[in-house]
C-alpha cells in the first residue's frame, strides 16, 4: 500500500481532492491531503512544504507525492525532506534536472477573459468571473460540480514565484507526470515536449483539462496507480 500525498495548486484547498481520496482508498491505497497557506501574504514554497511535511505522519512509508498545478513547485522539496516512492507533477511544470529546477518552466495560459483575477486591498488574486473560472479550471466537470468548486476557491499570493527557489538540484527518484489534452491552462505540446526532456519519457495522458481530480477522479485514481506499479 502507498501514501498519497496530494498537494492542491494555487486558489485551491484540499477540498478538491475529496474523490480522489475516496477513490483511491477503494483501491487499497491511503491518501494524505492539506491546506497551503495559499491566501497568507508572505507565504514561500519553503513554508508550503512545511504544511505538507507536517501533514505526512512520521511513521508513513511508501510516500507518493503529487502536486497539482502550482503544487508541482512544492513536490521536490517534499522529495528532499522524505525517502518517497515517486514524484508527481498533475497538469503542472516539471522541474529542470540540468540548472535552476524552474526555469523555462511550462507556462500556464492564465485567466481567460480581462478582470477575470483581480487583486484585493492584502494584495491577494481572487477570481470574481465564475465563468472564466470554469472555463480555466473545470469545463468538463459537470455544472453543479464546476459551480460548487468555483464558490471554494481561495484567494491567492503569487509574490512567491518572484523569491529564489529554496532547492538548487531535483531530489534523486523516479519522476512522473499528468496532463489533460484539453487542459486550458497549458498547452499539451509544450508539455509533452518538456516531459520528454526532462523525464525522457511522456507524460500519463488523460482526456479532459486542468482539474481531473473533479471531472473523472476514478481515471485520475487509476493512473496515479499505474504510474507507480509499472
Known amino acids: 500500500m502507498a501514501t498519497y500525498v496530494l498537494i492542491h495548486g494555487a ?7 475529496r474523490d480522489v481520496e475516496d477513490e ?5 491505497q491511503d491518501a494524505i491531503s492539506m491546506d497551503l497557506p495559499v ?10 512544504a512545511e504544511v505538507v511535511l507536517d501533514a505526512v505522519p512520521a511513521d508513513a512509508d511508501d510516500l507518493v507525492v503529487v502536486g497539482h498545478s502550482l503544487g ?4 521536490p522539496l517534499v522529495a528532499g525532506a522524505r525517502p518517497v516512492v515517486a514524484s508527481v507533477s498533475l497538469c503542472g511544470p516539471v522541474p529542470n534536472p540540468e540548472g535552476p529546477l524552474w526555469d523555462g518552466a511550462l507556462r500556464t495560459k492564465g485567466p481567460g477573459s480581462a478582470g477575470a483575477v ?3 486591498d492584502r494584495g491577494l488574486l481572487r477570481w470574481h468571473d465564475e ?6 479550471f473545470y469545463a468538463d466537470c459537470e455544472p453543479q460540480v464546476a459551480r460548487w468548486a468555483y464558490s471554494q476557491l481561495r484567494p491567492q499570493d503569487l509574490g512567491l514565484l518572484a523569491a529564489p527557489y529554496p532547492l538548487d538540484a ?3 527518484g523516479p519522476r512522473m507526470a499528468i496532463v489533460g489534452v484539453d487542459d486550458a491552462m497549458l498547452d499539451i505540446d509544450e508539455a509533452r515536449e518538456s516531459c520528454r526532456a526532462r523525464l525522457g519519457a511522456d507524460p500519463t ?5 486542468h482539474s481531473p481530480f473533479l471531472a473523472r477522479p476514478g481515471a485520475l485514481a487509476d493512473a496515479l496507480v499505474e504510474i507507480v506499479q509499472s
Open 11 to 17: 486558489w485551491h484547498g484540499r477540498w478538491c481532492w
Open 24 to 28: 483511491l482508498r477503494a483501491r487499497g
Open 39 to 48: 491566501d497568507r501574504p508572505g507565504a514561500t514554497f519553503a513554508d508550503y
Open 72 to 75: 508541482s513547485m512544492v513536490v
Open 118 to 120: 483581480r487583486a484585493d
Open 131 to 136: 465563468q472564466a473560472a470554469i472555463d480555466c
Open 170 to 172: 531535483v531530489p534523486p
Open 205 to 209: 495522458e488523460l482526456p479532459g483539462g
